[in-house]
């Protein structure tokens, strides 16, 4: 049973992780995300149903326009992968309880700024709008181990450490950086939303330094940093209580 519910939730993760790849795509350019229906980006041939099957469509073309040949971006297929691996990984690590709706939204939330920061370096109000009233309402419904005044400190301590970052570098990281973790402080609590912000930072490091080295990237490119504080996120929702613990016993 255990295994059939996991290919489920992973189907219905792969299914929306297509629709999270238009949201995020189409809302920084100020597009409906229901009008056009999805077309080729180069040829501008409206898509069929057999074209926009999750990952599956991207490997049976190659990874091509089944109309004109050109190429399809790797972000489609691994925006529906990664999200439906992680909805996996919800059920096996929070299972069948409330708090599981609060994390998949919060999984869906992280998926859509972490395609739309890499694509148009945008984490969009209108976005971080929409989940807010949901994860806050289920965080004071569900407040788990932590207390109230936590989450708020969380949400405020989140946005205020990349304000004072962002003004101190003179506008070295965006505001959009900001609202992100205002929002997530209000699920991980003040801690957690500390732990997320290193974790984020620290990945941001190996992860830029890395790409120099192979001079994927140029000395002083704008780069994204959604995407990392979405991993930091993620793992400190999971195991940030391990990590703070494994430090408070190193420190012992």
Not at 129 to 145: D, Q, T, W, Y
Request: proline share 5%; charged share 10%.
């Amino acid at each position: 049973m255990t295994i059939l519910i996991v290919i489920y939730v992973f189907i219905v993760g792969l299914v929306l992780g297509s629709f999270f790849n238009v949201v995020a795509l189409r809302v920084p350019a100020k597009q409906s995300i229901i009008r056009p229906p999805s077309a080729c980006p180069k040829c501008e041939t409206q898509l069929k149903s057999r074209d926009l099957l999750p990952v599956i469509s991207y490997l049976w073309t190659r990874g091509k326009c089944r109309y004109c040949a050109s190429k399809v971006s790797l972000l489609y297929p691994l925006g529906e992968l990664v999200t439906g691996l992680l909805f996996v990984w919800v059920y096996l690590h929070v299972g069948f309880h409330p708090e599981a709706i609060l994390a998949l939204l919060l999984v869906s939330l992280l998926i859509i700024i972490t395609v739309s920061d890499l694509t148009s370096m945008l984490i969009p109000n209108k976005i971080l709008l929409f989940f807010l009233p949901f994860l806050a309402g289920l965080r004071f419904v569900f407040p788990g181990e932590q207390t109230w005044w936590s989450y708020a400190l969380g949400a405020v301590i989140g946005c205020g450490l990349i304000v004072l970052i962002s003004i101190l570098s003179r506008g070295g990281m965006g505001m959009g950086d900001a609202k992100l973790l205002l929002v997530c402080g209000l699920v991980l609590g003040l801690a957690h939303i500390v732990v997320a912000f290193i974790l984020a930072c620290l990945i941001g490091t190996l992860i830029g330094g890395l790409l120099l080295m192979l001079k994927i990237i140029k000395r002083k490119q704008p780069i994204p940093f959604g995407p990392y504080l979405a991993l930091g996120i993620l793992i400190s929702y999971g195991y940030g209580s391990d990590l703070i613990k494994m430090y408070v016993t190193l420190l012992g």
